[in-house]
């Protein structure tokens, strides 16, 4: 699977940029490139990575980026429903 990841984040990135409005360049890591190097100091982002390098993306709106993407996009990978749609709602215990 993990040789399948550049695609599917490449691509969920991709998806998100246009949805929530983000920033729709993709900032490619590496050993040369880390994550402190590629987002500038007080920004949002999302970032992945893997044994070769990885993806960041910057977030203009982190309240409204899904807190389960990166999760999520890895249940797609492994062809299991997303997570948030699988979270017990909290139960109210009515008195």
């Known amino acids: 699977i993990e040789q399948d ?3 599917y984040f490449k691509s969920a990135l991709a998806e998100q ?3 929530w409005g983000t920033h729709t360049k993709l900032i490619p890591l590496s050993r040369e490139k880390s994550l ?6 007080g ?4 970032s992945v990575e893997w044994q070769n390098g990885g993806f960041a993306q910057i977030i203009e709106s ?3 980026f899904p ?5 999520d996009t890895i ?3 492994m062809q299991k429903d997303p997570v948030r749609f699988n979270r017990r709602k909290k139960s109210t ?3």
């Open 5 to 7: 990841a550049p695609i």
């Open 62 to 64: 982190s309240r409204e």
């Open 67 to 71: 807190k389960d993407f990166g999760v």
């Open 93 to 95: 215990i009515a008195n």
């Open 36 to 41: 402190t190097r590629a987002v500038p100091k």
């Open 75 to 77: 249940a797609s990978m």
């Open 17 to 19: 940029a246009q949805e």
């Open 43 to 46: 920004f949002s982002y999302f």
